[in-house]
């Protein structure tokens, strides 16, 4: 994280999370004095602390991204605020599986999306212990964990419609896209990716399970573990239908 300073008191987001957020997690009757983190994320995400409270909120601004248009930003902050919702409502709010309560969200703040902060060490910070300091064991265990929380998604949320991969083979064309445009991936090198592809498709068990959601941004910075099987899942939520 990067301290940036402390939020003024004359900001609208500083009223904002004082008489609108605070209240929700039982703070009132103070005036909070915000230090303000820039946290590292696809999008422009904030740890805002009140130094007088100890009180610690995320904030995640979906209109700070020049080539998002005000339509585009107010779609995703609302999505992804859903998404928490749902989550949450099929269960995700205790040991071992638990998602970020999301506190509320404003469109006229450049679409903030505010949540609880939760305390956890990140997937990322496993991984580069096990490739410096050898704990490979401990990284397995994160590892096992993680599958048991996506494997719960997805049996929570299965339906009793197959799958029909033509779908991932589209969104699988448009992330190979992205790779070759972006200068990630050569043109041979992707070929190998499009044959492994219509192998897949031709396989009958790639179209004999059922349904359900994914996680669609499982990044290193979006999960969280605790001690034994906990995982946190925060920042961002972003589930797309129709996957095996």
């Known amino acids: 994280m990067n ?48 130094r007088r409270s100890r009180t610690r909120l995320i904030g995640k601004f979906f209109g700070d991204i020049s080539d998002r248009s005000p339509q585009t930003a107010f779609r995703r902050m609302e999505r992804e605020f859903n998404n928490l919702n749902y989550l949450r409502g099929i269960g995700f709010t205790g040991y071992p599986h638990y998602i970020a309560r999301p506190l509320s969200r404003n469109a006229s703040l450049n679409c903030i999306l505010v949540e609880e902060f939760c305390y956890g060490t990140p997937l990322n910070d496993s991984i580069l212990k096990s490739i410096w300091k050898g704990e490979r064991e401990a990284f397995f265990r994160k590892l096992t964990a993680l599958a048991y929380f996506l494997a719960t998604l997805h049996n929570r949320t299965a339906t009793g419609d197959r799958v029909d991969f033509n779908w991932d083979c589209s969104y699988f064309d448009r992330v190979m896209d992205q790779l070759k445009n972006w200068g990630h991936m050569g043109w041979d090198e992707a070929q190998e990716f499009y ?27 979006n999960i969280l573990f605790g001690d034994g099987l906990w995982v946190i899942g925060v920042l961002s939520v972003s589930l797309h239908e129709i996957r095996w």
């Open 195 to 221: 044959r492994l592809k219509d192998r897949w498709r031709e396989r009958g068990f790639m179209w004999e399970d059922n349904q359900v959601l994914v996680h669609g941004d499982v990044t290193p910075t």
């Open 3 to 50: 301290y940036l300073g402390h939020l003024p008191h004359n900001d609208p987001l500083y009223g904002y999370l004082r008489y609108d957020i605070l209240p929700q997690i039982g703070v009132n009757g103070i005036s909070p004095n915000f230090r303000v983190y820039r946290i590292q994320a696809s999008n422009h995400v904030y740890l805002y602390e009140d």
